[in-house]
């Protein structure tokens, strides 16, 4: 069982920066792709960024140029730097690995972003 555990969520000023980690545990990490995935109350979850085994990455239209998803395998971790913050990105930000129907979650780290 792949476990992973998200941290660096809290809370932050328009404008803002934030550093999220996922750290992983008992999976071979370099061989499966990463991800951060958000939800809002009362909205779907949506992809925020992915990267690849080979560094690869994609983002969503609105994050493209203020996030960035980078992964360290010898420390079995995916990273997600946000800056210039905005309320909408308000959200429980969640880690993948392994993709969204078989691979796994971690429980999620709040970011609020408010005034």
């Known amino acids: 069982q792949v476990q992973l555990v998200e941290s660096g969520g809290g809370l932050v000023q328009p404008g803002g920066s934030l550093r999220l980690s996922c750290a992983a545990s008992?999976?071979?990490?370099?061989?499966?792709?990463g991800g951060w995935y958000r939800q809002a109350p009362g909205k779907q979850r949506e992809l925020v960024a992915t990267?690849?085994?080979?560094?690869?990455?994609n983002y969503a239209d609105s994050v493209k140029g203020r996030f960035t998803i980078s992964r360290d395998n010898a420390k079995k971790s995916v990273y997600l730097q946000m800056n210039s913050l905005k309320p909408e990105d308000t959200a429980l930000y969640l880690c993948?690995?392994?993709?969204?129907?078989?691979?796994?979650w971690g429980q999620g780290t709040q970011v609020t972003v408010s005034s």
């Open positions: 993948n690995v392994g993709g969204v129907t078989f691979g796994s």
């Open positions: 008992g999976s071979i990490f370099s061989i499966y792709a």
């Open positions: 990267i690849t085994t080979a560094g690869s990455t």
